[in-house]
């Protein structure tokens, strides 16, 4: 069967609180190729890992990330022992262990993001994926070699033009808008396509048949199941 990437979503986020160590932690023992997770910048400008802009859901704090330190971050608990974690550890947690996607949530954190990844010396795949398109042109301005995804949800008129304008190799599309056209579109431009969040069997399956490169899910190990 054609190799299709196994990507973690916000680690693992099934089976522990999502975008933390644990969660991180936990895709790597399903063989996930690749850890995605969300970066988004504090008051003190640290680059943590939540995909909201406030701690609210995901912790027993309250507040938006960009107006709470670090310190005040990390005293909420993310459920399971877990805590917030830095883009630091969370790059220490994956290096040599899988790849990385990192959906930069906020603009203005391209250089950065890219700093933390070359002060850690990870030498694993990174692909940097956003749905502010002109971020990852910020991005191939500090890493010109980057691999780029273009991040969709409601699909604009022409995504592989948009996607292949702003310098991206991969787009991620919602599993439920993804179709064999758009996917042989892609193709054609060259640009390698994953699909996201399919964690119904059912879903993960549908992706593959259309022909996707990489299916990002909550349970990842479902995607290597179908892939057997």
Do not use: W
């Amino acid at each position: 069967m054609r190799r299709v990437l196994s990507i973690g979503h916000r680690g693992a986020a099934g089976h522990a609180p999502e975008n933390t160590l644990g969660a991180i932690h936990k895709g790597i023992e399903f063989g996930v190729d690749f850890i995605e997770i969300d970066v988004r910048r504090t008051a003190d400008g640290v680059l943590v890992i939540l995909h909201d802009e406030t701690v609210n859901r995901t912790t027993n704090g309250k507040g938006r990330v960009d107006r709470l330190s670090l310190r005040e971050i990390q005293t909420f608990s993310a459920g399971n022992g877990e805590i917030i974690p830095t883009l630091e550890d969370a790059l220490k947690a994956v290096a040599g262990r899988a790849g990385l996607l990192l959906e930069l949530k906020v603009k203005g954190m391209a250089q950065q993001a890219v700093e933390a990844v070359q002060r850690v010396a990870f030498t694993d795949p990174v692909i940097y994926a956003s749905f502010l398109h002109d971020e990852l042109t910020q991005v191939r301005t500090f890493a010109p070699n980057a691999p780029l995804m273009a991040l969709f949800g409601r699909l604009p008129r022409n995504p592989v033009v948009r996607a292949v304008t702003h310098g991206a190799s991969h787009v991620g599309l919602r599993h439920d808008t993804a179709t064999h056209r758009l996917v042989e579109a892609c193709h054609r431009a060259g640009l390698l396509v994953c699909v996201y969040t399919a964690d119904n069997p059912r879903d993960i399956q549908h992706g593959l048949s259309l022909g996707v490169d990489g299916v990002i899910s909550n349970y990842p190990e479902r995607i290597r199941a179908a892939t057997k």
